[in-house]
């Protein structure tokens, strides 16, 4: 094969492979696309990419993005029935919920940061830049079922025992 060609189907499958999010599988990415979440993480989680290795560490953080709050209440209150009604409304960008120790359960060990440890949320994953989240919050508000929705910046952290 001649090496001009071999160069164009290896840039091709790269481009592909970042087109599709693959490309994006450094650890700390975010996984927004509610059908294609990262591995490792319950269905009311923003999931992210872990890190591979095996360095000891008191938790692991996903990159900044901004979040839309639909809503927030006390404490392990938002039910799963709860996001996945909304989860309906926006297909396209993933709804998650705060559960950090709720139930219970002691592994259920996914926490956000720039939010209340004494409150839960409703959120909904608005992308990396402002622009993008202005937009996903004019989005929301559209729906007239989210009054006071706000934006946050924020990470996904998973804390380990």
């Known amino acids: 094969m001649k090496p001009i060609r071999v160069l164009t189907i290896a840039a091709s499958a790269l481009l592909l492979a970042t087109a599709r999010g693959d490309g994006a599988q450094r650890p700390g990415a975010v ?3 509610p059908a294609r979440p990262c591995p490792g993480f319950r ?3 923003l999931s992210f990419v872990l890190p591979r290795d ?3 560490r008191a938790d692991d953080r996903s990159e900044p993005f901004f979040a839309v709050i639909l809503r927030s209440g006390p ?3 938002i039910a799963e029935e ?3 009604a909304a989860q309906l409304l926006f297909p396209r960008n993933k ?3 705060q559960r950090f120790e709720c139930d219970g359960d002691v592994e259920n060990n996914i926490t956000y940061t720039s939010v209340s440890a004494s409150a ?3 959120a909904l994953h608005a992308g990396s830049t402002r622009a993008a989240a202005d937009a996903a919050l004019a989005r ?3 729906t007239r079922r989210f009054p006071g929705a706000n934006l946050r910046r924020m990470q996904v952290v998973r804390v380990h025992p």
């Open 54 to 56: 095996a360095a000891a």
């Open 43 to 45: 269905p009311h989680d």
């Open 82 to 84: 709860q996001r996945r």
């Open 140 to 142: 929301v508000r559209a």
């Open 75 to 77: 404490r392990c209150s």
């Open 120 to 122: 839960a949320f409703l």
């Open 31 to 33: 996984c927004p696309d």
């Open 95 to 97: 709804v998650f919920s």
